[in-house]
C-alpha cells in the first residue's frame, strides 16, 4: 500500500526558512514522479512543484522554493525560505499517476501524504 508522510512545517516568523520532507513507501521511489502542493483555508489545492522527468517550480514561487529528492532515503524535500504570511498553507506531497510525464494539476496525482502545516507569522 502507498503511503506519504510529510513533516517538518510549524510556526515560524516572515523571512525565515522551513525544509519540508516527504517519505515514501509502498512503490519505487526513483521511478516515480512527486510533487509539492499547498492548500490555504477556503482556497483551491494550488501547484508548488515537481520532481521528475524535469524539475519544476511555479513561476511565483521560483527564487525562494526549491524541490529535491533523496532516492536512497526514498525522500523528497521542499526547502522553502523568505517566507511570507501568503505561505501559510497545508502543505501535501503526492505521486503523479501513471503515464503523467508532466502532470501539474491535482487531478493529475494519484496519491496524497495527510498533509503539514506551515505558518508563517507576520
Known sequence: QVQLV???G???QTGDSLR?????S????DTTIMAWFRQAPGKERKFVARSGADTSVA???AGRFAISRDNAKNTLYL??????????AIYYCATGRPGKVYP????DYQ???QGTQVTVSS
Do not use: H, I, K
Open 6 to 8: 510529510e513533516s517538518g
Open 10 to 12: 510549524g510556526l515560524v
Open 20 to 24: 519540508l520532507s516527504c517519505v515514501l
Open 26 to 29: 509502498g512503490r519505487a521511489f
Open 59 to 61: 513561476v511565483s514561487l
Open 79 to 88: 526547502e522553502m525560505n523568505s517566507l511570507s504570511p501568503e505561505d501559510t
Open 104 to 107: 501539474v494539476t491535482a487531478a
Open 111 to 113: 496519491y496524497w501524504g
